[in-house]
């Protein structure tokens, strides 16, 4: 009954999208791995990184398209449909935007007023559990150390 | 094609879906965007954190072992887990596709290899649990150094542990229902209902487990 009640507007043929989508979600998550593995060589905190990091997010965005629009199928349902889901999800960006932002005030408050929490967050880590990689307090000292650290397989 | 758009239907005058949908996909839908409230409320909230922190630690150096081949291997064993999510849904399409042409021969296979898949996902992850466990890792304990050197706060873990728990959790559900599919199936539930609608409602929600690890991957492993 309730089937009945739903109208087949258009029956497009998707033997080729399925392949295509699984084409495109695969190469895009390529992509990513090979910013991600790019970005290990960078220096911690550069503008490249930050950089890297964005593009990696758009890439992400677009997979999340690719996975509701064609393997949710929300691109070939009605208007009506597309709105009544999509519109709601909208407060994500203004969500996103202003905790991010308000986040990263706090800590920019908080190193300049509260000296205690800045010196804490600079304080050099030294617990190591095992397994645990240490690293030292500048990044190229780490970059070297895990060359000839070599650690045997950390399986228990 | 041929039969298709003749006049646009006046959705909102009754007597049908104005969403074109009969009611208990369009209420998966319903039920899916709150989920994604949620989910997108426990990201923006380590997001927050995240940015509210002066050091955090570098995924590179705490997820970077493989099972079996050790550690130093930054990714990839997170990138194993992320294809076989993505090839799960892939199947998942499969088996809503040829729920329409009801060949329930294929149907039962595409929901087996689903299922295959989603396990092998919760394998993965409790092998990464378990392994992140005995290195000192857990809800309220952090081994791992921030990527400056400094001594790190215990909330990359717990926000590590809750989310990736909670979409494991999502993941156990969707293998759960889609193991109800396929006995369905099995019992020629869908054959005697005449169409296999309710896999297409199973199938949303196993693509959105996967969205949702598009996500989780981007935020945790790789930025």
């Known amino acids: ?156 | 094609m041929s039969t298709a758009t003749t006049a646009q239907p006046k959705w909102w005058n009754g007597g049908k879906s104005p969403f074109n949908v009969e009611y208990g996909k369009l209420m998966m839908w319903y039920f899916l965007m709150s989920d994604a409230f949620t989910f997108g409320a426990f990201l923006i909230s380590y997001g927050t954190i995240r940015f509210s922190t002066n050091g955090w630690p570098d995924p590179n150096v705490v997820f970077q072992s493989f099972p079996g081949l050790g550690s130093g291997l930054p990714l990839m064993f997170v990138s194993l887990m992320t294809f076989i999510l993505i090839v799960s849904s892939v199947t998942m399409v499969l088996a809503v596709k040829a729920g329409h042409e009801m060949n329930k021969q294929k149907v039962v296979i595409n929901l087996i290899w689903t299922i295959i898949g989603g396990a092998a996902f919760l394998g993965c992850q409790a092998w990464e649990w378990t392994h992140l466990h005995h290195e000192g890792a857990w809800w309220g304990a952090n081994p791992f150094l921030n990527a400056d050197g400094s001594q790190s706060s215990t909330n990359f873990t717990n926000y590590f542990f809750t989310i990736t728990g909670f979409h494991g959790f999502h993941v156990f559900s969707g293998v759960i229902i889609n193991i109800i599919m396929l006995i369905m199936t099995l019992n020629d539930t869908f054959e005697k209902r005449g169409h296999y609608l309710m896999i297409e409602k199973a199938g949303l929600y196993w693509h959105f487990v996967d969205l949702v690890w598009v996500f989780v991957f981007t935020c945790f492993y790789l930025i």
């Open chain 1, 1 to 156: 009954m309730e089937h009945s009640e739903v109208v087949h507007l258009e029956h497009h043929d998707n033997k080729n999208e399925v392949r295509n989508v699984t084409l495109v979600l695969t190469a895009l998550t390529l992509v990513e791995l090979a910013l991600g593995f790019a970005m290990m060589k960078m220096v911690h905190g550069s503008a490249g990184v930050m950089a890297t990091k964005l593009t990696i997010v758009v890439l992400m965005l677009a997979k999340a398209y690719y996975i509701v629009g064609y393997f949710m199928h929300l691109k070939h349902e009605i208007r009506n449909l597309i709105m009544t889901i999509t519109v709601p999800l909208a407060l994500f960006i203004w969500f996103i935007g202003a905790f991010l932002w308000d986040g990263n005030s706090f800590k920019n408050l908080r190193n300049n007023y509260d000296r205690h929490f800045y010196e804490q967050s600079k304080v050099p880590g030294l617990k190591k559990e095992h397994g645990a990689e240490t690293k030292g307090a500048v990044h190229e000292e780490v970059k070297e150390g895990k060359k000839d650290e070599a650690k045997p397989a950390v399986h228990q």
